[in-house]
């Protein structure tokens, strides 16, 4: 079965060719250039990767973009930067292909020598304890490796186009009462800085958007 994934994409041409390079057989990537300044949109296409433009600013729209250009059943979601193998993600497309869960998320276990700025690793571990407990789902992470089925994600009619995408995705399953499952990825040293946990400023920006989705006031880019 194939299996299309979405990555959005700003900037991450050095990072590229290995994550595009290790994609598994019947993987196939949807890099989304939400407003890349360097050749990302070039190497992703020469690397034989589907390619879209999103020109709205914001990580939700980039996922969104990706989700609608998808054609495959089951789609799955990555980051670019290479902080993430993509070798992994038929351990959490898994579970979505077999029928044991309507959406999965990859939980970053953190590698020999691998740091993770406090500020952000506090921030994830506050956010995943209100989830469990607004949500009844075990998760400790809410990470970016994740898969769902096509239809049933555009069917939860997400509204968020900012950094919040991730939170409103698991929150609008669990109202539906989806299985949500989680399992266990390596995270790795990503190429470059993060735009959004690289700094305090990032961080403390994606926490607001993640604030509005939790009081329903989901944004757009």
Same mark, same amino acid.
Do not use: C, F, N, Y
């Given at each position: 079965m194939k299996v299309d994934v979405v990555l959005p994409c700003l900037n991450e041409e050095a990072a590229l060719p290995w994550v595009l390079g290790r994609m598994p057989d019947g993987f196939h990537p949807i890099v989304v250039d939400n407003g890349s300044t360097d050749g990302s949109a070039r190497v992703a296409a020469k690397l034989g990767a589907t390619v879209v433009t999103e020109p709205?600013? %914001?990580f939700g729209a980039a996922c969104h973009a990706g989700l609608v250009a998808a054609t495959t059943d089951v789609v799955c979601f990555m980051d670019a930067d290479a902080s993430?193998? *993509? /070798?992994?993600? *038929?351990?959490?497309?898994? *579970?979505?292909?077999? %029928?044991?869960? /309507?959406?999965?998320?990859?939980?970053?276990?953190?590698?020999?020598? +691998?740091?993770? *700025?406090?500020?952000?690793?506090?921030g994830n571990a506050l956010l995943a304890r209100r989830l469990?407990?607004? @949500?009844?789902?075990l998760l400790h992470d809410l990470g970016p490796m994740r898969a769902g089925r096509r239809a049933d994600l555009l069917a939860l009619r997400l509204a968020d186009r900012r950094c919040g995408y991730p939170l409103e995705m698991v929150l609008r399953a669990a109202s539906e009462g989806w299985r949500i499952g989680e399992v266990e990825v390596n995270y790795?040293?990503?190429?470059?800085?993060?735009? +959004? @946990?690289? @700094? +305090?400023?990032?961080?403390?920006?994606?926490? %607001?958007?993640?604030?509005r989705v939790l009081a329903g006031r989901e944004g757009r880019a």
């Open positions: 709205r600013r %914001g993430l193998d *993509p /070798e992994q993600l *038929p351990l959490v497309a898994g *579970p979505v292909l077999a %029928g044991a869960a /309507e959406l999965v998320l990859g939980r970053r276990m953190l590698g020999p020598g +691998v740091s993770w *700025p406090m500020h952000a690793r506090i469990r407990r607004r @949500t009844g789902a790795l040293a990503r190429a470059g800085r993060s735009k +959004v @946990t690289g @700094t +305090v400023r990032g961080t403390l920006r994606a926490i %607001g958007d993640m604030r």
